[in-house]
């Protein structure tokens, strides 16, 4: 199995970046499906951002052209970047890896979480 640990969130205005990170230990992270999901206050939790082993990857109509996902393999590292940050977008945001094939996009598919890190946009 695979460990993930989420960093890099924070307090940003509106307009600013961030750049999220999930080290991944145990297993190497190249050997999932990784996706990024958020869950804002009293709401469920919504993938943000999936990135499958053939490097196929899938946003969520919300964040396309303003957040990216990405890997490196040799960090065993999942990041994403997120830009032109809204309040809308603040939320506690969570790392997660998916072991079947065939895994998409829904929470439930994914089999390993991280503890989460929040970001925060204020207006």
């Known amino acids: 199995q695979v460990q993930l640990v989420e960093s890099g969130g924070g307090l940003v205005q509106a307009g600013g970046s961030l750049r999220l990170s999930c080290a991944a230990s145990?297993?190497?992270?190249?050997?999932?499906?990784m996706g990024w999901f958020r869950q804002a206050p009293g709401k469920g939790r919504d993938v943000v951002a999936t990135s499958w082993r053939s490097g196929s990857t899938y946003y969520a109509d919300s964040v396309k052209g303003r957040f990216t996902i990405s890997r490196d393999n040799a960090k065993d590292t999942v990041y994403l970047e997120m830009n032109s940050l809204k309040p809308e977008d603040t939320a506690v945001y969570y790392c997660?890896?998916?072991?079947?094939?065939?895994?998409?996009?829904?929470?439930?598919?994914?089999?390993?979480w991280g503890q989460g890190t929040q970001v925060t946009v204020s207006s």
């Open positions: 997660a890896a998916g072991a079947s094939v065939g895994v998409g996009v829904a929470p439930r598919e994914y089999d390993y």
């Open positions: 145990g297993r190497t992270a190249s050997s999932y499906t």
